[in-house]
């Protein structure tokens, strides 16, 4: 089932916080290593853990989900089967967390999206869970034209923004300036100067 309600997009910020990850296998795997680099204090629940998943900083429970793992969670990752990760989406309910249920958008409140890295730019994409596949193949046509050089973009964005902030320039004069000054990083004509 696709979701149809409206998504808010939302960046958020796991470091030293404690993320629930319900399931043990190459699912989970995948999720830990998006969870690690997030700086998240996580907890695996599955009655069996793959190898990979017992790293340092992982806590580690052998067995099956209860909602009581739950508490003091800041989010929730069900990579289960289909009956886990319902039960998983009933507890966070109960506790008002947000549960991104890998491929199964019934049991889900939040999707992950296709995540595109570049120094500290990061793009995200959703379909809101209905083309995973999609989200994937449009995250590496961005990847492949955004410019190698986008930290320089982002060192005069910031810069520019502290002045403009302090002349009290409008919202919507900014991106005009700011174009002008990004096209001033190419003088000749597309190569970084």
Do not use: C
Request: glycine letters at 10%.
């Amino acid at each position: 089932m696709e979701t149809s309600d409206p998504l808010f997009p939302l960046f958020l910020k796991l470091a030293g916080r404690k993320v629930v990850l319900v399931g043990g296998g190459q699912v989970a795997l995948a999720k830990h290593g998006a969870l690690r680099a997030a700086g998240a204090r996580i907890t695996v629940v599955a009655p069996a853990i793959d190898p990979g998943l017992r790293q340092p900083g992982t806590e580690i429970q052998e067995r099956a989900f209860e909602p009581a793992d739950l508490d003091g969670a800041w989010l929730v990752v069900a990579a289960a089967t289909p009956e886990v990760n319902r039960a998983v989406r009933a507890a966070a309910e109960e506790r008002r967390l947000f549960v991104n249920a890998v491929d199964d958008t019934g049991a889900a409140s939040a999707y992950a999206a296709a995540v595109v890295r570049r120094g500290s730019m990061t793009l995200a994409l959703s379909t809101g869970g209905g083309a995973p596949a999609l989200a994937g193949l449009l995250r590496e046509a961005l990847e492949e034209v955004l410019p190698d050089d986008i930290e320089s973009w982002l060192a005069t964005a910031r810069s520019l923004r502290a002045g403009w902030r302090a002349d009290g320039v409008a919202m919507a004069d900014r991106r005009p300036l700011l174009l002008q000054a990004l096209n001033r990083l190419y003088p000749s004509g597309g190569r970084p100067a």
